[in-house]
């Protein structure tokens, strides 16, 4: 008999990123207490303590610029928002079932606001200078799912929150180039920011990705700088403007470690996808730590695209081959676990075969991670902007997910949103019939 595969379609998220930990057990949908879905989830993406930090959006005068941050739970209770430094604090009341919305000023939940500007761009010491306790963080006395979304008058996008209890203390950023060289007035950054939930962590970061790239605060490729961080503290690291040179900086490859667990969220101020395709848009994830990396990967289409995205693939030991879809002869040898850009990870379309874009599996002989990139219009004239999405490995698949989609009720929603629904098929190739899909109503299934 197979397994059950359930999935609880409260909303969904445009950009849908599933960041599964531990296994969790699973029961059929009409055999469970809407009640206890929080606790049947403690092991994932769903806890009672957040923290985390906003990459830098490109601010642009106009419109209502806000970050949000969704929550969702299986019954009520307070759920609390704080940023310590700034002495900021508010309290609601979940929703069994349903999604509630903290809304927070850009200069609240990101280390700092930037234009477009090179000269608004800060270095890595004046970020942990300023970021004293501008961690946000969410706690509730039961288990919930938390997501972060930036909406601002031109450009958005999300992430879904790790819960304390499965960040690690291992990182390689996966962000995406500043292509403004040759634009003397512009800088969009490539940037990751890391928030410690502990005191006393020691976070040493390693400079990646191309040979040419800098920080703001001059540090070159394979170059580390240390902090110690105390819990709420932030430490952000950007690239520095490359003046002319049509050389693009990229923070991608960049190792984190850290003594004790930290946060890390990652991605680019205004990408393009790929670097020559307009238009740009601003990009986010929160990083996955090595110990959640898998050996296999399933790559879904991207709906209504006519081409295949962009990926780039980490290796968390050296010498790490990947294999597509069965083929015995590797596509690439990573020869590093990180660092710098061809030896240390790889980027490329996920496949270019002259077909129609169709659904990739991606495996290697060692724990890798794979972040796939939505390229921009221009790429094959669909109206659909930049966005980067962290896939989850087979090994942490899971029987039971939650999620939702932010806006959905009565906020700034929008006009579409998908599910990329992956599972075992049968022989001929059709979905089995043990699949339960169920909406929400009045915080019942």
């Known amino acids: 008999m197979r397994n059950r595969y ?12 599933i960041a599964m930990v531990p296994k969790v057990s699973a029961q059929g949908v009409k055999d469970i207490d809407p009640s206890k879905l929080p606790t049947l989830l403690a092991g994932s993406n769903a806890g009672t303590d957040f923290w985390f930090s906003f990459p830098v959006c490109w601010a642009q005068n106009g419109g209502n610029n806000a970050l949000k941050i969704y929550v969702s739970a299986g019954s009520a209770a307070l759920c609390t928002l704080e940023i310590p430094g700034l002495g900021k604090r508010e309290v609601k009341m979940t ?4 999604v509630i919305d903290f809304t927070l000023f850009p200069g609240e939940g990101q280390p700092y606001e930037k234009n477009d500007n090179p000269t608004s761009a800060k270095t890595e010491e004046e970020t942990f200078a300023e970021g004293k306790g501008k961690g946000i963080h969410i706690t509730s006395p039961v288990p919930i799912i938390v997501y972060g979304v930036s909406r601002f008058i031109y ?26 060289a040759p634009f003397p ?15 006393n962590t020691v976070v040493t970061f390693q400079l990646g990705g191309s040979a040419q790239t800098r920080t703001v605060g001059g540090m070159t490729r394979g170059q580390r700088k240390t902090f110690k961080l105390n819990k709420g503290d932030l430490v952000m690291f950007a690239n520095k403007k490359d003046n002319g040179n049509s ?11 850290s003594t004790k667990p930290v946060a890390v969220t990652s991605g680019n101020q205004c990408a393009y996808v790929d670097v020559n395709t307009p238009a740009c848009d601003f990009i986010m994830e929160m990083e996955l730590p090595t110990h959640t990396w898998g050996k296999e990967y399933h790559i879904p289409r991207f709906v209504k695209r006519q081409n295949y995205a962009f990926m780039k ?29 061809g030896s240390g990870y790889y980027e490329g379309r996920v496949l270019v075969d002259g077909l129609a874009p169709r659904p990739i599996i ?33 090994e942490q698949y899971q029987k039971e997910i939650i999620f939702n989609t932010p806006g959905i009720k009565g906020g700034q929603g929008f006009k579409e949103n998908y599910l990329n629904l992956v599972f075992e098929g049968n022989a001929d190739g059709t979905m089995p019939d043990d699949l339960e899909f169920a909406t929400v109503e009045n915080g019942k299934f």
Request: charged share 15%; aromatic share 10%; proline share 8%.
């Open 6 to 17: 359930n999935v609880f379609l409260t909303m969904v998220i445009a950009a849908l990123c």
């Open 95 to 98: 929703k069994p079932n349903d």
């Open 155 to 180: 450009t958005s996008d999300s992430f879904l929150a790790l819960p304390t209890s499965a960040l690690g203390k291992e990182y390689i950023v996966a962000s995406y180039a500043d292509v403004t």
């Open 185 to 199: 007035s512009q800088h969009l950054m490539s940037q990751t920011v890391i928030v410690a939930p502990y005191d």
């Open 247 to 257: 050389v693009y900086f990229d923070l991608s490859g960049s190792k984190i470690t």
């Open 313 to 341: 693939i980490f290796a968390k030991e050296p010498n790490t081959k990947l294999y597509r879809d069965g083929n015995p002869t590797p596509f690439a040898v990573l020869s590093t676990a990180g660092g710098n850009q």
């Open 362 to 394: 991606i495996r290697a002989d060692k724990p890798i991670s794979i972040t796939t990139y939505n390229p921009g219009q221009t790429d094959d004239g669909v109206s659909s902007d930049p966005f980067q999405l962290i896939h989850t490995p087979i």
